[in-house]
């Protein structure tokens, strides 16, 4: 699904498809030099990760291994709760290894600053964060990520993986949720 297809329930568009594709393949760059040499463990954050942690995957020209942990701070709403659950933990054990963790959106830094506590006590050589959007409005938490696709607004995006009550997940670009579609 494109922009173009619902154009009545977005208010912009912030990033095309080709634009975050073009950013995914810059980050990898950056990532298989500042990993080369070592074995590197992604750690896709479901949902939302699911389109940034496939396609940073294949721009990645190095083997990577994978895992997914689901964790909610949001529900249904459109604000972080910032009481976070694991919904799925990670299959693989993370002692010795070098861990980065892709996320789809930082927005309150609530989740993610309790991600970045939770698997560090597991052992890891490193865990770093690899995020495709942030929103610096929006922080309530200072969280230290490495690699940072891009700073947006502080407004409701959904595309690329970013949901409104599991729609526009399969939005080829990120946009701005018209109010009208969430009031």
């Known amino acids: ?7 009545a329930d977005l ?5 095309t498809e080709d634009e975050i594709h073009a950013k995914l393949g810059e980050l990898a760059r950056r990532i298989e030099a500042d990993y080369e040499g070592r074995d590197l463990l992604l750690v896709g954050v479901l949902k939302g990760a699911i389109m ?15 895992d997914w942990m689901a964790v909610s701070s949001y529900g249904a709403g459109t604000v972080s709760s910032g ?19 892709v996320e789809d959106i930082i927005d309150s830094g609530l989740t993610l600053s309790w991600l970045l506590s939770n698997l560090r006590t597991r052992g890891a050589a490193s865990v770093e964060i690899c995020a495709l959007f942030r929103k610096p409005e929006a922080l309530k938490v200072h969280v230290d990520v490495k690699y940072v696709g891009f700073d947006i607004p ?23 949720l018209a109010p009208h579609v969430y009031s």
């Open 52 to 66: 940034v942690m496939a396609d940073l995957a294949r721009e990645l020209e190095r083997h990577v291994q994978t």
């Open 154 to 176: 502080n407004k409701f995006v959904v595309g690329y993986g970013l949901d409104f009550a599991e729609k526009y997940r399969n939005l080829r670009d990120v946009g701005v």
């Open 1 to 7: 699904m494109r922009a173009s297809d619902i154009e």
């Open 11 to 15: 208010t912009e568009v912030l990033c």
């Open 83 to 101: 009481v976070v659950r694991i919904l799925k933990d990670l299959d693989s054990d993370l002692s010795g290894r070098h861990v980065l963790i």
